[in-house]
């Protein structure tokens, strides 16, 4: 399914540690993707050591998912992520995303439906219960999906 492409994992705790390892095995290159600076807190000793010594895994800290973007017969197409701390956004063309993510309560609600007379087009907000906020568009074959957390 992902050998020798790039995919996001999202996630800092020892699932997503022990996801990373293995999906290193198979993926060019595993992209890490962690809220806080480090590891440390979230993650056993062993695991961050493996993590360290797999060069196909690249840890960056201080992420947070923002946007899925792709279409319909072709699935997700690229992956964006946002620098929390120095406002920098990245995208780059993943077409495999691996959530490990605690979500203590998620329960989605939704905001608001919208369509345009210029073709079928619809955006849908959602709020979870743990402060995400999502945000879902689609057009006759694409689909963007953007999150935000307050």
């Known amino acids: 399914m992902c050998a020798q492409v790039e995919v996001a994992l999202v996630g800092g705790g020892n699932s997503a540690g022990q996801a990373a390892v293995f999906l290193a095995q198979h993926a060019a290159r595993v992209f890490m993707l962690v809220r806080r600076s480090s590891l440390a807190a979230s993650m056993s000793r062993y695991l961050i050591d493996r993590i360290d010594a797999t060069p196909n895994i690249e840890l960056r800290p201080h992420k947070q998912l923002t946007q899925l973007r792709g279409d319909l017969p072709g699935g997700l197409a690229a992956v964006s992520w946002r620098d929390h701390q120095r406002g920098i956004e990245e995208e780059r063309p993943i077409g495999h995303v691996f959530l490990f993510v605690v979500w203590q309560r998620l329960v989605l609600r ?41």
């Open 110 to 150: 939704p905001r608001g439906l919208r369509s345009t007379a210029s073709g079928r087009r619809e955006r849908r907000y959602c709020k979870s219960g743990s402060g995400w906020r999502i945000r879902i568009a689609w057009a006759e074959r694409s689909f963007s999906i953007s999150t935000t957390c307050t």
